[in-house]
């Protein structure tokens, strides 16, 4: 009986740090699998599938005796005369019969710069260029998809997000492909031949009846070995559309290293390569080249990434590069084809770097704006949004009269102008999917708002009741540490988005800023701990009825429990102010999580899912800081009072009641 007695006293006295060490246990393991949740949840996004209806002739009018009427006529591109057939709805002039793209996986802007191939003066005179934006988030094949549709990865999807971790129903490339138009379907419908020379997982994506004629290549076989290939094709047989893939730079670059030998040797070869692609093999005179990068992590401008595009050949017109997006390079070869734009292609084309008579650019900005219209209206149907044009929306019905407009100044032979009123019209129609994705994020949003606002405000509910002035401390010193890492990551002059940091380096660094700011949150509780001590005597009383003991008539032990219940209550502030607050937002806003969420059609908002997985991390790194916290407070705190000099005895005081009175051993008779 004693030992269950002495057993029964001891987990009393330690049932406070275990209850702590259980609930942080449940916090660090909360965090890191919310993170990797919200991962997994973000990279099995599944492609949108909007419906969108063939082409139509924006150049088609009834008066076919009107001037500058072409209908029904097409150029060869090379300055001949026209040659009247018969052409497909969405198609224009072709300013060239070849077009050959070259992805070069992983190039960047200093490759570019140091290839002698492309820095040669000779070469830099007859070439263009362009800087081209990419996605904010690394795309689970580096650009293909986004080349061959031009639709950005909010319609796409095949996000990745760590590498090392990839989730397991992550939409594929060919899943991608199969429910976008793309290309080579576009080059197909036609009556054009395509090639590929790529590795076997650009091949496996694309449906082989896409193909006339194609060569696959382990991703190290060296670049001179994939160019003979095909300069060998394109002097024999040829193709109205080549794709060809060169993988042995990243892939040295990731198997060895960016400074080993192997890569620099991979680089070489790639120089000879191109080398090779743009001289005369090539008959530049009669085919346009373009050569560009897939990814690339070492370049950024704002918060997407950048990778260089290099334009040379036939309807190339020679000047600076220009800034452009990923998504151009579908159109622009489009418009060198003369083919129908892909129908999901949100690009534009590089008209800039193109050179082509006045009628043609007309001819193709009517194709394009009519393709990005139906793809506006295709997108609203399918989230059951309204048209614009019904609910007499303002800008829509200006994007309406400057179509009318442009082609009114086809039809009578006004070529000039009708870029500038096209252009309008193409910022709108873009601008216009955007406005539909926060219209459809309102509707969903507000079914949350009531549930969102209760789970927001229950804590701080409690807290008014409650009137604690120890929870109050709590409360500041956490919000404290919770804004500490974000200033931090400021001062490194970081911006919160995917571009400034991967996951991976995100959830390394979380570690030392959570510890750092947990530590000089620490100060809050030294500074107003007696504070909120003397509150509680004076919401108490002075006199301790339970006890029959008068109040600070006595030294009180060493206050080992308060500090601890400090520590519990902020850790539960901890978790209100560093992920509660933003799970509630991120909930109400996306609903990815929890009850009515539903099957959002569309991807959240990056910045927004940034900041919930900075949020996750720092809880995390901050769960693992909170395991040595209540010793270090204790340390803390008893040197501030050995400073001070007070001078507290570790255990509880004998009443004084029960004192021996001094000078009662005087009072004792001796017999």
């Not at 997000?161 to 197909?188: C, G, H, I, W």
């Not at 095909?230 to 400074?259: H, R, W």
């Not at 008014?464 to 990551?489: D, I, Q």
Request: with cysteine; aromatic share 12%; proline share 5%.
């Amino acid at each position: 009986m004693w030992g269950l007695a002495m057993l029964k006293r001891w987990l009393l006295k330690i049932r406070g740090p275990v209850i702590y060490l259980a609930l942080l246990g449940l916090l660090i393991a909360g965090a890191y699998n919310g993170a990797d949740l919200l991962r997994t949840s973000l990279e099995s996004y599944q492609p949108i599938q909007v419906n969108v209806g063939p082409a139509q002739s924006l150049t088609t009018f009834n008066d076919s005796s009107a001037v500058g009427d072409t209908t029904g006529t097409d150029t060869t591109g090379d300055g001949g005369a026209a040659t009247t057939q018969t052409r497909r709805p969405g198609t224009t002039a072709p300013l060239t019969n070849r077009v050959v793209l070259v992805v070069v996986n992983g190039l960047s802007q200093n490759d570019v710069e140091t290839l002698s191939s492309l820095q040669n003066e000779t070469f830099k005179k007859i070439s263009t260029g362009a800087y081209l934006f990419t996605g904010q988030v690394e795309p689970a094949v580096p650009g293909l998809v986004t080349l061959l549709t031009g639709a950005s990865q909010e319609l796409t999807a095949g996000l990745q997000f760590d590498q090392a971790r990839a989730a397991l129903n992550t939409p594929t490339p060919a899943e991608q492909l199969s429910q976008f138009d793309n290309l080579f379907a576009s080059v197909k419908r036609s009556k054009f031949t395509t090639a590929l020379f790529g590795t076997p997982d650009w091949y496996s994506a694309l449906p082989p009846n896409m193909l006339d004629y194609y060569t696959t290549f382990d991703p190290r076989q060296p670049a001179g070995d994939i160019a003979d290939n095909a300069l060998n094709f394109l002097k024999k047989k040829s193709a109205n559309f080549t794709l060809i893939q060169i993988a042995a730079l990243q892939q040295a670059e990731q198997d060895y290293g960016t400074d080993s030998p192997q890569v620099s040797q991979a680089r070489e070869n790639l120089d000879k390569a191109l080398t090779r692609l743009t001289s005369d093999e090539m008959d530049l005179r009669h085919t346009t080249l373009i050569i560009t990068g897939d990814w690339d992590n070492s370049a950024k401008a704002g918060d997407r990434w950048t990778v260089p595009m290099v334009m040379v050949g036939q309807a190339v017109q020679p000047g600076d590069k220009i800034w452009a997006r990923q998504e151009d390079v579908t159109s622009t070869i489009s418009a060198l084809l003369g083919v129908e734009v892909p129908r999901h292609n949100q690009g534009r084309f590089m008209s800039s770097l193109l050179s082509m008579p006045a009628i043609d650019q007309g001819e193709k900005y009517l194709a394009l704006v009519e393709q990005r219209q139906t793809l506006d209206i295709a997108y609203r149907q399918r989230l059951d949004l309204p048209l614009p044009l019904a609910t007499n929306d303002p800008q829509a019905v200006e994007a309406e009269k400057n179509v009318t407009l442009a082609r009114q100044n086809y039809r009578l032979g006004s070529y000039e102008g009708i870029e500038q009123e096209v252009d309008w019209v193409l910022r709108y129609t873009r601008a216009d999917m955007d406005q539909a994705r926060q219209d459809w994020f309102a509707q969903a949003r507000w079914q949350r708002a009531a549930l969102s606002v209760v789970l927001l405000l229950l804590p701080l509910v409690l807290f008014l009741v409650w009137r604690s002035a120890l929870s109050l401390v709590a409360a500041s010193g956490a919000l404290l540490a919770t804004l500490l890492p974000f200033g931090f990551y400021r001062i490194q002059g970081k911006s919160f988005n995917f571009n400034s940091i991967a996951l991976p380096d995100l959830q390394e660094m979380a570690l030392w800023q959570a510890g750092l700011a947990l530590l000089l949150s620490l100060f809050v509780p030294l500074v107003f701990f007696d504070w909120a001590e003397r509150r509680r005597m004076r919401h108490r009383g002075r006199v301790d009825l339970e006890y029959q003991q008068i109040a600070e008539l006595r030294r009180p032990a060493f206050p080992f429990a308060r500090l601890l219940q400090y520590c519990l209550l902020f850790m539960a502030w901890l978790v209100y102010f560093g992920g509660f607050v933003l799970f509630v937002w991120y909930y109400w806003r996306f609903g990815y999580f929890g009850p009515l969420m539903g099957q959002p059609p569309l991807l959240p908002d990056h910045s927004a899912s940034f900041l919930e997985f900075f949020s996750l991390y720092h809880l995390f790194g901050f769960g693992l800081a909170l395991i040595p916290m209540p010793l270090v407070l204790i340390i803390f705190y008893w040197i501030k009072r050995r400073i001070r000099g007070d001078k507290y005895e570790e255990e509880e005081e004998q009443d004084i009641l029960q004192k021996p009175r001094p000078g009662a051993e005087a009072g004792i008779i001796k017999v």
